[in-house]
């Protein structure tokens, strides 16, 4: 009779597969049902072999419903970052382009700073939804979604009276008179998009929750065309408008957003109606329980958006004080790395719903699985990354300006980003596996330390003191993506082990296979 090889668990070894010696197939009942993770230990070349394929029937199992949350989400934040490169291109065709695509910067970059906190805010939903589909419970999905619209609400004329003091401190910057002139009135323009956009993000964070991405996607994809037509329009005057300039492309992105919110709206009135989920009957008086608890789980990841967007915001108000061609290559290197970065963050809002509805549901393995086959797709995705900044970062930088100093300028930058790509990654979606499992504290706090104490004081003492420029800048800012990065890799990792110590029984997996 043929060995076979069995699967058990292993708590102090929740992700790592090893393979068991061969064992009599009288011998598995002595095995717990209660398992925890696949492991296995030995060392036969056949062994190795199935090794493997267990692995790949490990990370397959989950990667499949996985994608399917994940394509849709990853094409919404592509969508999401198109349109501020859009606007990006569509200014930069004007006469004197360094300047257009450096108040883009500049503005875009100060108002996301306090916009980002608003929308950090609503990624409670994200725990709230997740927990509560995955434990089938409808009705609190609901009643999350109506205390989320209140709260986006109540903190909208907050964030846009913060908005409307940027004027003064732009202007005590030191920036550019050219670059001030089209700054300020376009991120006057962005203010009034504040509300749609957490609407927009309340609507999102409830839907993606219970399963459904694709209406995301759709919202964002065809809001790309409507803000490509309301650029082309209000920026260079077409269609009875007067040409508006810089400040135009601001108002375009707001009716985009407008669009956006609406478009979800919609989508969640029409599957209450068909599939009568009971939405209509929820209770719509404010439960301030329910938004204390929205703060409570928002606040923390809130507060690392805000700190994470906060200090790209310092750096490009730094960069600004050296000019337009440095500031003008630095929005374009950012939107570069912004857009490559759209793909784990798609992968991390899935992962995120994956490991909060395996909670809901009490089952701590499938979170397990789905956190670290998250960790997998990212890492491959950005490890390719990495090869084509390195190798070509000049011939991406051509696609925005032909202004050949901005091009050599960008084109260094994107060689620097390229170092912190894959670490990148890692830290999305380790904050996104984290946010599913209820922990929101601690990626704010290694953003603090690691942005704020080491990147950005690092940054600024090459770019000035030493005299590098901007991708002294960067190369600081580097260094504190790594070390993030690494550190959330490891608290995921301890997160995660402590799933192991769930007792909730788990199907026990047993291949027979000749040894």
């Not at 084109?411 to 670490?423: A, D, E």
């Not at 953003?447 to 600024?460: C, E, K, R, S």
Request: aromatic share 12%; charged share 10%.
């Amino acid at each position: 009779m043929p060995d076979f090889i069995a699967v058990r668990a292993n708590r102090n070894l929740p992700v790592i597969l090893q393979f068991v010696r061969p064992c009599n197939p009288d011998k598995l009942e002595s095995y717990s049902p209660h398992f925890t993770q696949t492991v296995v230990e030995c060392s036969s070349p056949r062994s190795k072999f199935m090794l493997k394929r267990l692995f790949v029937h490990y990370i397959a199992e989950e990667a499949r419903p996985m994608l399917r949350l994940a394509m849709p989400l990853v094409c919404a934040e592509l969508g999401w970052m198109t349109m501020g490169i859009v606007d990006t291109m569509m200014v930069g065709r004007q006469t004197d382009s360094a300047v257009a695509i450096g108040a883009v910067s500049l503005g875009g970059i100060l108002y996301i700073a306090v916009a980002i906190f608003g929308t950090g805010l609503m990624l409670g939903l994200d725990t709230l939804v997740s927990h509560a589909y995955g434990a089938g419970d409808l009705e609190e999905c609901h009643r999350v979604l109506v205390n989320g619209i209140y709260l986006s609400f109540g903190i909208s004329p907050l964030l846009m009276g913060i908005v409307w003091t940027f004027g003064p401190l732009i202007r005590s910057l030191g920036v550019q008179n050219a670059i001030l002139e089209q700054a300020v009135p376009y991120v006057h323009a962005l203010n009034w998009s504040t509300l749609p956009l957490l609407l927009y993000f309340v609507f999102r964070r409830y839907l993606q929750g219970m399963d459904q991405a694709k209406p995301v996607m759709f919202a964002l994809i065809s809001a790309n065309l409507v803000n490509l037509l309301g650029n082309w329009a209000l920026v260079y005057g077409h269609l009875g408008f007067r040409a508006m300039g810089t400040v135009g492309s601001g108002w375009s992105t707001c009716v985009a957003r407008i669009y956006m919110a609406g478009v979800l709206l919609a989508y969640c009135a029409y599957y209450d109606r068909r599939y009568k989920t009971g939405l209509r009957d929820t209770r719509r008086l404010p439960d301030f329980f329910r938004i204390w608890r929205l703060v409570q789980l928002g606040l923390p990841a809130a507060t690392q958006f805000g700190m994470e967007v906060g200090v790209f915001a310092v750096a490009t108000s730094m960069i600004a004080k050296l000019g337009a061609i440095p500031l003008a290559s630095h929005q374009i290197a950012l939107n570069t790395v912004s857009l490559t970065y759209m793909v784990p963050l798609g992968i991390s809002a899935a992962a995120a719903v994956r490991v909060g509805q395996a909670i809901g549901r009490g089952d701590p393995h499938a979170a397990s699985r789905a956190g670290w086959t998250a960790m997998f797709l990212a890492t491959g995705f950005m490890g390719m990354m990495t090869i084509l900044f390195l190798a070509a970062p000049q011939y991406i930088t051509r696609i925005y300006t032909p202004d050949p100093a901005v091009v050599a300028a960008a084109g260094t930058l994107l060689f620097v980003g390229g170092f912190f790509q894959l670490f990148d990654g890692m830290q999305t979606v380790a904050t996104g596996a984290l946010r599913g499992a209820g922990d929101t504290r601690t990626p704010m706090t290694c953003h603090l330390i690691f942005y704020w104490l080491v990147g950005l004081p690092l940054g600024a003492y090459l770019c000035f003191h030493l005299g590098w420029g901007a991708p002294g800048l960067w190369i600081g800012l580097s260094v504190a993506l790594i070390l993030i990065g690494c550190a959330l890799l490891y608290f995921w990792r301890r997160e995660e082990r402590s799933f192991a110590t769930q007792k909730v029984p788990l199907a026990a997996t047993t291949l027979r296979v000749p040894y």
